[in-house]
């Protein structure tokens, strides 16, 4: 199988390179026939963009290239951020014995072999093993419960790499022996730095075509951050205009070699865009609401999550404010099952607007968690007499519901419960004091700024009077 397009992995999910080797790390050399990104790959360290924060002099990253440090690495990070080319450069090293497995077609076995093997070259004083890991995340806890004792001797220097939290991925133990490093998505200067290379690099397209500023601003866009997103691209749009003997890609070459931009939807970006969508609703700002609702549908989110997270919120945080905030919510939930995407995409859209635009009340999450939190504190105590159930044979003899006064009957309409009242104080209603939404959109904030930073707004905007609903 084909990993990364780096190198082709034998049925085992092993391959492995002697120190000293012809061959790079026993990877076959480039062909002129390979994919762009393959044969652009950095040849030195120094080659390497995008990743300024680990390449500082006796930076982790440096000396696990240089192999002047046997540190066992976990590399994080998106999908063309770097992880296989390090790899690469590692294993271009020739005082080290490296082997290449993906976590995919590997397994216990696998890896104890290759554990077995590297202990017998120690003892026989041949050069340290370099084992390579890709997708480490896609391990089982045994899987990876087998390479403990080897990085913890330096059997073998551990370079494993995933683009999943490895805190959510890797076990603790492996983690704590390991030095994790996180790989950033690459900017837009870095990607059209890597482009232009390409363009006039021998390895890459030999100056062959130009590309014009216009799909070269294209190109970078899509890519995401993804340096091998773009430079697929790039190649797909060079063999486009060659195609048609023209010399430059231009902004229509490029647009039609790349349709649609992949959204990258992983563990992470599932609990970071619900929390962006959460809280840009919270904050009453539609627009984010929107993108991010948006964000998620495109990128195949269950539409029946996004649907309970809505009826959730609408209790959550709009709760008395605006009561008929659930109804929505509860009724977008339904359109979801009833109705199913795409047409159901209407439906959430329409909750998100009501949500986001209705005034906001936290009351009734914090009088639930107050009460909550009084009864785990042990201040529950009995039922008061008056209250208990008084419908069966010989309840009244025990003085069951004794004194009980019917809120009905009382001209007052309403009755004291009991003798004992705990009151919490109600909180602030924020949000748009009206429920008119047809008014403009809330000024631009900070829930889809260019930076996608998600922070905490606090509104100053006047809210609807408080209605005491907290009060016990």
Known sequence: ????????????????????????????????????????????????????????????????????????????GPPGSGKTTIAHLVAAATDRRFVAMSALSAGVKDVRAVIDTARRERRAGGPPTVLFIDEVHRFSKTQQDSLLAAVEDRTVTLLAATTENPYFSVISPLLSRCVLLTLQPLDE???????????????????????????????????????????????????SAKAREATEIDLSTAEQAVDVAAVRYDRDAHYDVTSAFIKSMRGSDVDAALHWLARML???????????????????????????????????????????????????????????????????????????????????????????????????GLGHGTGYRYPHDD????????????????????????????????????????????RMLRSATACAARRGEARW
């Open 411 to 454: 001209p007052r309409g309403s009755s004291p419960s009991s003798t004992r009242r705990t009151t919490w104080p109600a909180p602030t209603t924020t949000g748009p004091a009206s429920t008119d939404r047809s008014g403009p959109s809330p000024p631009a904030s900070p829930y889809f700024a260019g930076s996608c930073e998600v």
């Open 298 to 396: 495109v990128a195949g989110e269950d539409a029946r999550f996004i649907a309970r997270r809505i009826v959730i919120f609408a209790s959550e945080d709009v709760g008395m404010a605006d009561p008929s905030a659930l109804s929505v919510a509860t009724a977008a939930a339904h359109a979801v099952e009833y109705v199913g995407l795409p047409e159901a995409q209407l439906n959430l859209a329409q909750a998100v607007i009501h949500l986001a635009t209705a005034p906001k009340s936290n009351s009734a999450t914090t009088a639930i968690g107050a009460a909550v939190a009084d009864v785990r504190a042990g201040r529950g105590g009995a039922v008061p007499r008056h209250l208990r159930d008084s419908h069966y044979p010989g309840s009244r």
């Open 189 to 239: 200067t870095a990607v059209r730095l890597l482009v232009r290379r390409a363009i006039t690099d021998e390895r890459g397209l030999g100056a062959a075509v130009t590309l014009s500023p216009d799909a070269e601003d294209h190109l970078v866009r899509l890519a995401g951050g993804d340096v091998r997103k773009a430079l697929t691209a790039l190649e797909a749009a060079a063999s």
């Open 1 to 76: 199988m084909e990993t990364d397009g780096l190198f082709s992995l034998a049925d085992s999910g092993v391959r492995t390179a002697p120190a000293g080797s012809g061959a790079v790390g026993g990877f076959s050399p480039p062909g002129a026939d390979s994919p762009l990104p393959v044969r652009m790959r950095p040849a030195t360290i120094d080659e390497l963009v995008g990743q300024d924060h680990l390449l500082a002099p006796g930076a982790p990253l440096r000396q696990l290239v240089g192999g002047s440090t046997p540190m066992s690495v976990i590399l994080w």
